[in-house]
C-alpha cells in the first residue's frame, strides 16, 4: 500500500485496511445491537474475508421488504409436499428463535398464513424457508417476518415425515441448531456458532473501514477510484 491508498488486495482483506482501530465515532458491533449496526451484506463480507465463503442462503428474501431478523436457529427439514413438520417444528423453538426450515424443493408452498399465526403466537422471532411459502396477504397482514425462495399457491399435506433440529446441508453450507443468521431485503446468511465471536470482531473492522472510505468522499472530497486505487 502506498500514499495512503487503499488497494485492491485491501479492499478483499479488511483486515490490512487503513482504518483507524481507535476510531470512537463507529459504535462498536455486538450480539445486541447487530441488528441495528449491519446488513446481511456486511456478514457476508466478514465471512468472505475470514474463511472465503459468503453463508448466503441464495435466492431466500423476506415477504415484506422492511422486515429485518438476527438471532439463533431451530432446524427442521421436509419434503416440500410435507407442511405438517414445519408446524411442528414451531413447538420445538425457544422464544425469540428463528424457524429455519429446507425443503425438498420449491414446488409445493409449506408455510401458510396460520402456519405463520401460530408461530407469532408462540414466540418465534421468524421463519425462514429454503422452499416455498403462500398466504402472502395473510402473512403481511400478521407483520411477522417470513423470508422464503419463492411462493407458490398449492400446498401439500400435513404428513410430518420430515426432521427436527437436524443437520441441514444447503449447498456449500452445513447449518445446525444453534447457528446465527441475520436477514434483511438483500438476503439471508447464517455464521456457525463457533465463528461467531471472529465474525462480530471482522464485523467491527468493516464497519470501521466503510466510515473511512465515506469520510475521505465526504470530507475530503476524493474519488472513489483514487481511494481505492485502481
Given at each position: 500500500?502506498s500514499?495512503?491508498?487503499?488497494?485492491?488486495?485491501?479492499?478483499?482483506?479488511?483486515?490490512?485496511?487503513?482504518?483507524?482501530?481507535?476510531?470512537?465515532?463507529?459504535?462498536?458491533?455486538t450480539?445486541?445491537?447487530?441488528?441495528?449496526?449491519?446488513?446481511?451484506?456486511?456478514?457476508?463480507?466478514?465471512?468472505?474475508?475470514?474463511?472465503?465463503?459468503?453463508?448466503?442462503?441464495?435466492?431466500?428474501?423476506?415477504?415484506?421488504?422492511?422486515?429485518?431478523?438476527?438471532?439463533?436457529?431451530?432446524?427442521?427439514?421436509?419434503?416440500?409436499?410435507?407442511?405438517?413438520?414445519?408446524?411442528?417444528?414451531?413447538?420445538?423453538?425457544?422464544?425469540?428463535?428463528?424457524?429455519?426450515?429446507?425443503?425438498?424443493?420449491?414446488?409445493?408452498a409449506?408455510?401458510?398464513?396460520?402456519?405463520?399465526?401460530?408461530?407469532?403466537?408462540?414466540?418465534?422471532?421468524?421463519?425462514?424457508?429454503?422452499?416455498?411459502?403462500?398466504?402472502?396477504?395473510?402473512?403481511?397482514?400478521?407483520?411477522?417476518?417470513?423470508?422464503?425462495?419463492?411462493?407458490?399457491?398449492?400446498?401439500?399435506?400435513?404428513?410430518?415425515?420430515?426432521?427436527?433440529?437436524?443437520?441441514?446441508?444447503?449447498?456449500?453450507?452445513?447449518?445446525?441448531?444453534?447457528?446465527?443468521?441475520?436477514?434483511?431485503?438483500?438476503?439471508?446468511?447464517?455464521?456457525p456458532?463457533?465463528?461467531?465471536?471472529?465474525?462480530?470482531?471482522?464485523?467491527?473492522?468493516?464497519?470501521?473501514?466503510?466510515?473511512?472510505?465515506?469520510?475521505?468522499?465526504?470530507?475530503?472530497?476524493?474519488?472513489?477510484?483514487?481511494?481505492?486505487?485502481?
Open positions: 500500500m500514499n495512503g491508498k487503499i488497494t485492491p488486495k485491501s479492499v478483499l482483506n479488511f483486515n490490512k485496511s487503513p482504518v483507524d482501530e481507535k476510531d470512537e465515532t463507529v459504535p462498536e458491533v450480539l445486541e445491537n447487530i441488528l441495528e449496526k449491519v446488513s446481511s451484506d456486511n456478514v457476508s463480507d466478514a465471512l468472505k474475508n475470514l474463511y472465503s465463503y459468503s453463508g448466503l442462503l441464495k435466492g431466500v428474501k423476506p415477504i415484506n421488504s422492511k422486515h429485518k431478523i438476527a438471532g439463533f436457529v431451530r432446524t427442521a427439514e421436509t419434503s416440500s409436499k410435507d407442511w405438517g413438520t414445519g408446524i411442528k417444528a414451531i413447538y420445538t423453538c425457544e422464544n425469540d428463535e428463528i424457524l429455519l426450515i429446507k425443503c425438498s424443493d420449491n414446488d409445493y409449506i408455510w401458510g398464513g396460520i402456519a405463520t399465526c401460530a408461530a407469532k403466537e408462540f414466540g418465534l422471532q421468524a421463519t425462514v424457508i429454503i422452499g416455498s411459502s403462500r398466504d402472502t396477504e395473510d402473512i403481511l397482514d400478521l407483520d411477522f417476518p417470513i423470508f422464503s425462495q419463492s411462493i407458490q399457491s398449492r400446498a401439500g399435506l400435513p404428513l410430518n415425515n420430515g426432521t427436527l433440529e437436524g443437520t441441514l446441508l444447503v449447498g456449500d453450507l452445513v447449518i445446525k441448531t444453534g447457528d446465527f443468521l441475520i436477514g434483511d431485503i438483500d438476503g439471508v446468511v447464517v455464521v456458532q463457533d465463528k461467531l465471536d471472529e465474525v462480530l470482531e471482522e464485523l467491527n473492522r468493516i464497519k470501521k473501514f466503510e466510515s473511512t472510505v465515506v469520510k475521505r468522499l465526504v470530507d475530503d472530497h476524493q474519488r472513489m477510484d483514487d481511494i481505492i486505487g485502481f
